[in-house]
């Protein structure tokens, strides 16, 4: 068994910061990325910012430049600072892990999601 739990969203007014946090414990031999992906209503699930194993990070062109992925020294935790937050970030954020477990993989894990609203 494996489990992501996420932590951190909420409200925030346009221009505030956020900081979302993912932690995943259980049956886990290596994690090959972790990622935070976000889903605003009526539209599709995108990544918006991930990191590899090797410390490699990826961020959407909308994100670029306002938002930072790192992860702990053990490398089962991800934190994503938002910073600059528009309107446009509005949607829920879900943690995703791909990783391989002690019976095999990669298999891919996904938090429960948490929302994230940028509001005045």
């Known amino acids: 068994q494996v489990q992501l739990v996420e932590s951190g969203g909420g409200l925030v007014q346009p221009g505030g910061s956020l900081r979302l946090s993912c932690a995943a414990s259980?049956?886990?031999?290596?994690?090959?990325?972790m990622g935070w992906y976000r889903q605003a209503p009526g539209e599709r699930r995108e990544l918006g910012a991930g990191?590899?194993?090797?410390?490699?990070?990826l961020f959407a062109d909308s994100v670029k430049g306002r938002f930072t992925i790192s992860r702990d020294n053990a490398k089962t935790t991800v934190n994503l600072q938002m910073n600059s937050l528009k309107p446009e970030d509005t949607a829920v954020y879900y943690c995703?892990?791909?990783?391989?477990?002690?019976?095999?993989?990669?298999?891919?894990?996904w938090g429960q999601g948490t929302p994230v609203t940028v509001s005045s």
């Open positions: 995703k892990a791909v990783l391989m477990t002690m019976t095999g993989g990669p298999y891919d894990y």
């Open positions: 259980g049956s886990i031999f290596s994690i090959n990325f």
């Open positions: 990191i590899t194993s090797g410390g490699s990070t």
